[in-house]
C-alpha cells in the first residue's frame, strides 16, 4: 500500500513505540494525528513530525472521534496504528492473600483491549469512506499485543488478559474489515526498551537482555517502527500476529 499523503492516527504516540512509530511514518510522507494523555511530550512529538496532537483517553468515544476527524481533515485517513496501553503488575493474590484489585484488572482490561477496539471501530468507519487503491485497499491497521499474551509472567493477569484479547481479536476483525478494503495485523513485542523500563537501572536492563535468544539485548522502538511500516504496505499481510521478541519465551518470572 502507497502511505505517501495518507493520514494516520498513532496512539500513545507521545513516546515510546509510538512516538517512533510516528516519526517513521512522517519520513514516508504520512501525515499524522498522535492520540495520547501526556501534553507536553505529545506536542513535543507532534512538532517534530509536523503532525497534530489531540488529547484523548482511548477509551473514550467523543474523544476518539475527534482525533478520527482531525486525521480525515488532514487526509485520506488509511492508517491506525495502537501503540496506547499501560502494564501495572498485581497478582491474584498477594503475599499477604489478599485478592487483585477488580478495579485494576478492569482498568487494564478497558486501556489496553476495549481501547484499542474503540479506535478501530471509528477509524474503519472513517477509513470505509475514502477512495479505494488498488486492488481495493482502503487502509491497514497495526495493533500492539506483547509476547505476554503467549507467555504471561507471574504478576501479569491482567496484562497477559488484555494483550490475549488483542490477538484474539486480529483475525475476526480482519475478517470484517476486508469488505471495505482494511488490512488489519498485530504484533507482539518482546521486551523492548521503552518507558515503562526506564526506572530500571542498566545492570538490570542487561540482565533482561541476557534472557533473550538472539541479539542478547532489548528490542528498540525503531526496529517495533520498522516492523509496523512493513505490515502497513505490505498489502498481503494480513490478519497475523507478528512476535517481534529475538526468540525470547518469558519464564514465570
Do not use: W
Not at 513530525?49 to 473514550?60: I, L, N, R
Not at 507471574?154 to 480482519?174: C, E, F, N, R
Not at 505490515?231 to 500476529?241: A, D, F, I, K, P
Amino acid at each position: 500500500m502507497d502511505i505517501a499523503g495518507a493520514s494516520a492516527i498513532v496512539t500513545g504516540g507521545a513516546s515510546g513505540l509510538g512516538a517512533a512509530t510516528a516519526r517513521r511514518l512522517s519520513a514516508e510522507g504520512v501525515r499524522l494525528v498522535l492520540v495520547d494523555l501526556q501534553d507536553d511530550l505529545g506536542g513535543v512529538v507532534a512538532d517534530q513530525v509536523g503532525g497534530t496532537y489531540v488529547h484523548a483517553d482511548v477509551t473514550d468515544v467523543e474523544q476518539v472521534q475527534a482525533a478520527v476527524d482531525a486525521a480525515a481533515q488532514a487526509g485520506p485517513l488509511r492508517i491506525l496504528v495502537n501503540c496506547a496501553g499501560i502494564a501495572p503488575p498485581a497478582r491474584t493474590l498477594n503475599r499477604d492473600g489478599e485478592p487483585h484489585p477488580m478495579s485494576l484488572f478492569e482498568k487494564v482490561i478497558a486501556v489496553n483491549l476495549v481501547g484499542s477496539f474503540n479506535c478501530i471501530r471509528l477509524a474503519a468507519a472513517a477509513m470505509a469512506a475514502t477512495e479505494p487503491l488498488e486492488d481495493g485497499e482502503r487502509g491497514a491497521i497495526v495493533n500492539t499485543a506483547s509476547v505476554a499474551a503467549f507467555d504471561g509472567q507471574i504478576g501479569q493477569a491482567a496484562y497477559s488478559a488484555s494483550k490475549g484479547g488483542i490477538v484474539g481479536m486480529t483475525l475476526p476483525i480482519a475478517r470484517d474489515l476486508s469488505a471495505i478494503g482494511v488490512r488489519v495485523n498485530t504484533i507482539a513485542p518482546g521486551i523492548m526498551d521503552t518507558p515503562l523500563l526506564a526506572g530500571l537501572p542498566e545492570p538490570a536492563k542487561e540482565s533482561l537482555g541476557q534472557q533473550v535468544l538472539y541479539p542478547k539485548r532489548l528490542g528498540t522502538t525503531d526496529e517495533y517502527a520498522e516492523t509496523a511500516q512493513f505490515l502497513l504496505t505490505h498489502s498481503y499481510m494480513n490478519g497475523e500476529t507478528v512476535r517481534m521478541d529475538g526468540g525470547i519465551r518469558m519464564a514465570p518470572k
